[in-house]
C-alpha cells in the first residue's frame, strides 16, 4: 500500500487514462479512410480507441495509414505443400497537424502465422483470424506510439 501512495512521487504518469494529454490529443485525431477490407477493420479498431465521446467536430490532426500485407508459405510438406504460412502487415503511419504539416510519422508491423489444413474452411478461418490478430497489434502499437508522442510533445490548443 505504501508503494502506490509514493508512486506519484517518482514522476509516474500514466500513458492512458481519461485525464491524459493523450487522451484528450487522441479524440481530435480524424482517422482517414485506409483502403481494402484490412483497412477497414484497422480504421475501425482505431475510431474505437481514439473516441471516448464521439468523432471530433473540428479535428486538429488527421491519420493517414498505408498497409502492405503479405503471406509467405513455410512449412513445406514431402509433396512439396505448405502446411504453415505467414502473414506479415506492414503499417506506414503519418499524423499531420491542422495546417497539414507531418507532425509524425514512422512504420509499424505485425507478423501472425496460420495452418494450412486439407480444409479450406479451416484455412480460411485461421488465415481471417491471423489478420485479425494482426489488425488488433497494429492498432494497438499505432495508438502507443500516438500516445507516448502526446504525452512528450508540449500540448497547444491548436496550432493556427
Known sequence: MLCLML???????PLHGANTPAAQQLSLVQVNNIPNRLGQQLRNSLI?????????????????IALNPSVIKL????????????????ATYTLRNAQGAA???????????FNILRSQYATLIGEQDAYDR???Q??????????LFFNREPVT????
Request: net charge negative; aromatic share 6%; with cysteine.
Open 103 to 113: 507532425v509524425l510519422s514512422g512504420t509499424t508491423s505485425s507478423v501472425s502465422n
Open 48 to 64: 474505437d480507441r481514439f473516441y471516448i465521446d464521439g468523432r471530433p467536430v473540428s479535428p486538429e490532426y488527421t491519420l493517414d
Open 75 to 90: 512449412g513445406i510438406a514431402v509433396d512439396d505443400s505448405a502446411t504453415r504460412a505467414e502473414l506479415n502487415v506492414l
Open 7 to 13: 508512486l506519484p512521487a517518482c514522476g509516474y504518469q
Open 157 to 160: 490548443a491548436s496550432a493556427s
Open 138 to 147: 497494429l492498432s494497438e502499437d499505432i495508438t502507443r506510439r500516438l500516445s
Open 134 to 136: 494482426s489488425v488488433a
